[in-house]
């Protein structure tokens, strides 16, 4: 078998894969944070900022993934606990106007190629444990026509891990959990899936467990083009 041949086969059988198990799906769930933008440098500046203002010192880098995965509330007390600014600096996030934040967001590579490829066929949302930031995140950045429900922590009673926000997404497009995807990049996003039941594809972190992995978002053009080809 040639090399051409071989690189074929396993194309063959990737989309074989692809076309099982997008057939019957309606609609697309993207987590925000890792995997529609890169918001570490915009997160780290952020709560150091808050830091700052209580003079206390910036963040570790062991707390950085925790505030990559949780809510603003939950990372102020994670950060905030045993001072006694916790009160204080749970007011002051909410005062912040985050637009200076925005440039330090870098949206992941072909982000609105796939928003394009997907939006004609199947219902898009997002599910996502930031607050009042979202929506200026996805207008400034062009993406707030796209979505057609946003989910944010301050829209749920139990946000992200637990499966309320992917829930409320289901009922908004009256689908069932096998009939949508949701896209994350953490074991929190892995959690939310399994408990809400829905199929889950890991962004970039093949630690997870998940139906799918993509290194490049691209890559889930792919599975909706096999679809649509057979």
Request: proline share 5%; hydrophobic share 45%; with cysteine.
């Amino acid at each position: 078998m040639t090399k051409g041949e071989a690189q074929r086969s396993r194309w063959t059988f990737y989309e074989a894969v692809i076309i099982l198990t997008m057939a019957n799906r309606s609609a697309v769930i993207f987590d925000c944070d890792g995997v529609m933008f890169d918001s570490r440098q915009a997160n780290i500046n952020f709560y150091n900022l808050v830091l700052h203002h209580f003079g206390l010192p910036p963040m570790e880098e062991e707390d950085v993934p925790y505030i990559h995965m949780h809510t603003a509330d939950e990372s102020i007390q994670y950060l905030f606990a045993g001072t006694p600014y916790l009160e204080a600096a749970m007011d002051y996030r909410l005062k912040i106007d985050y637009t200076p934040f925005l440039k330090d967001m870098v949206m992941e590579p072909g982000l609105k190629e796939l928003l394009n490829i997907l939006k004609p066929g199947f219902g898009l949302a997002v599910a996502t444990n930031r607050s009042n930031t979202i929506e200026k995140v996805l207008r400034w950045n062009g993406l707030d026509t796209y979505f057609d429900i946003v989910v944010s922590s301050l829209d749920v009673r139990n946000p992200k891990p637990h499966p309320e926000s992917l829930l409320k997404i289901l009922g908004f497009f009256g689908i069932k959990p096998n009939e949508a995807l949701y896209v994350g990049d953490s074991i929190v996003d892995y959690e939310t899936a399994r408990a809400a039941a829905v199929p889950f594809v890991a962004y970039r972190n093949s630690s997870l467990a998940a139906a799918h992995h993509l290194n490049h978002l691209m890559e889930l053009a792919i599975l909706v083009s096999a679809v649509k080809a057979n």
